[in-house]
């Protein structure tokens, strides 16, 4: 699957179809449609083939959509200035991401290839605000309990049965070169410890 089939085919998991439509609308296209089906087979890939819509444009709006919403920030201070120097003043990030095949390659799109408990999928340098950005995007193996029925009991109870399912969460941790940092985290579908996941999070990346 290229990267534009995995954006074409995820988009409904990371925004809704109102914001899609706006999107196409901002863009000066035609934006209605009444499902998602006819959004990506009549909206989107016909603009894509004409060249009305460029793909880079496309992958921007999906990656603000994935990486900005329905999340947990935790915002930290990043206080080692040798740190901080040697990850935007070097190569070091391009080392690291260039010499190790288990790592993604470096300002790349990139999606999930595995599925590990913990894999960090894409890294790439944002600019924003006259700063640079080190933006580190993880898949989260999580598990959900997903109602499966309802028994009737003894006594006319009952009793509702759940089955465990997995699923995959995004998790991003974000570093400017003037010491700030946010690790963002998909919202859980039940109560869950973000505080042990973030901490994950950063000891993949020590």
């Not at 995820?10 to 000066?28: H, I, N, Q, W």
């Not at 999606?111 to 080190?134: G, H, I, M, Q, V």
């Not at 995959?168 to 410890?193: M, N, T, V, Y």
Request: hydrophobic share 35%; aromatic share 10%.
């Amino acid at each position: 699957m290229t990267s534009i089939e995995h954006v074409l085919s995820d988009l409904p998991r990371v925004c809704t179809k109102a914001r899609m439509s706006e999107f196409l609308g901002y863009k000066g296209l035609t934006h209605s449609a009444s499902n998602w089906k006819e959004m990506i087979e009549v909206r989107l890939v016909p603009a894509l083939e004409s060249g009305e819509l460029n793909e880079e444009d496309l992958l921007d709006f999906y990656r603000s959509e994935e990486e900005f919403g329905g999340q947990h920030v935790l915002l930290f201070r990043v206080l080692d200035e040798d740190l901080l120097n040697h990850l935007f003043n070097t190569n070091l990030a391009h080392d690291i991401f260039t010499g190790r095949k288990s790592m993604p390659k470096l300002n790349a799109f990139s999606t999930p290839k595995e599925s590990k408990p913990l894999e960090l999928f894409e890294a790439r340098f944002d600019w924003s605000d006259n700063y640079r950005t080190l933006v580190l995007k993880f898949s989260i193996l999580r598990t959900t309990m997903r109602f499966v029925e309802q028994r009737p009991t003894p006594g006319g109870g009952f009793t509702r049965i759940f089955e465990p399912e997995p699923y995959h969460a995004l998790g991003l941790i974000r570093i400017s070169e003037i010491g700030l940092c946010d690790i963002r985290l998909q919202s859980h579908k039940q109560s869950h410890d973000y505080i042990a996941e973030a901490e994950a999070l950063l000891d993949y990346v020590k």
